[in-house]
Antibody
Framework: EVQLVESGGGLVQPGGSLRLSCAASGFTFSSYWMSWVRQAPGKGLEWVANIKQDGSEKYYVDSVKGRFTISRDNAKNSLYLQMNSLRAEDTAVYYC?????????WGQGTLVTVSS | DIQMTQSPSSLSASVGDRVTITCQASQDISNYLNWYQQKPGKAPKLLIYDASNLETGVPSRFSGSGSGTDFTFTISSLQPEDIATYYCQQYDNLPRTFGPGTKVDIK
């Protein structure tokens, strides 16, 4: 069974940093693109970033470029999102999802709240 | 960026009704369009991929059609468990973009 479990969310002050993790199991992690998608409270879905199987290609939505970094460790079956210079508008539930074009499997999400 | 619009933004229908949601892309995206269902407090669930392909295990009352810029998502006979918000998503270009969602509830 495919499982994606996010962790690392929490309350952080504006300008602060946070690192999200996503632990994958039940499939060959190194064979798939992986993505982060977020959802602000009461709002719709927003794609944040994705990363190729070997980490050689990474893409970001403009609003997080230069502040967020997606990475992966295939030996640990883990996906990461390093978030720096956080802003109030980054407050959201962050989901990791398997895939590049469509997302067949999602984690349960981790809430990031940026507030003073 | 490719903008996705959906209509209506919300709808109420009776059990057994046929429900139709439309999604429009700001430019031609061929059939690179997916549909998701999201229930409150839960992660989205993929229902339709490549505009018209039903995901494995998804009931056949769900269907999708369209290509280019105009797409349609249909529930042929609304069931109580279909209460949710439905999103379209394009993958023709980066950034991937979602429609704003259509909230479906029971009348």
């Amino acid at each position: 069974e495919v499982q994606l479990v996010e962790s690392g969310g929490g309350l952080v002050q504006p300008g602060g940093s946070l690192r999200l993790s996503c632990a994958a199991s039940g499939f060959t992690f190194s064979s798939y693109w992986m993505s982060w998608v977020r959802q602000a409270p009461g709002k719709g879905l927003e794609w944040v970033a994705n990363i190729k199987q070997d980490g050689s290609e990474k893409y970001y939505v403009d609003s997080v470029k230069g502040r967020f970094t997606i990475s992966r460790d295939n030996a640990k079956n883990s996906l990461y999102l390093q978030m720096n210079s956080l802003r109030a508008e980054d407050t959201a539930v962050y989901y990791c999802a398997r895939g590049r074009d469509y997302y067949r499997h999602w984690g349960q999400g981790t809430l990031v709240t940026v507030s003073s | 960026d490719i903008q996705m619009t959906q209509s209506p933004s919300s709808l109420s229908a009776s059990v057994g009704d046929r429900v139709t949601i439309t999604c429009q892309a700001s430019q031609d995206i061929s059939n690179y369009l997916n549909w998701y269902q999201q229930k409150p407090g839960k992660a989205p669930k993929l229902l339709i991929y490549d505009a018209s392909n039903l995901e494995t295990g998804v009931p056949s009352r769900f269907s999708g059609s369209g290509s280019g810029t105009d797409f349609t998502f249909t529930i042929s006979s609304l069931q109580p468990e279909d209460i949710a918000t439905y999103y379209c998503q394009q993958y023709d270009n980066l950034p991937r973009t979602f429609g704003p969602g259509t909230k479906v509830d029971i009348k």
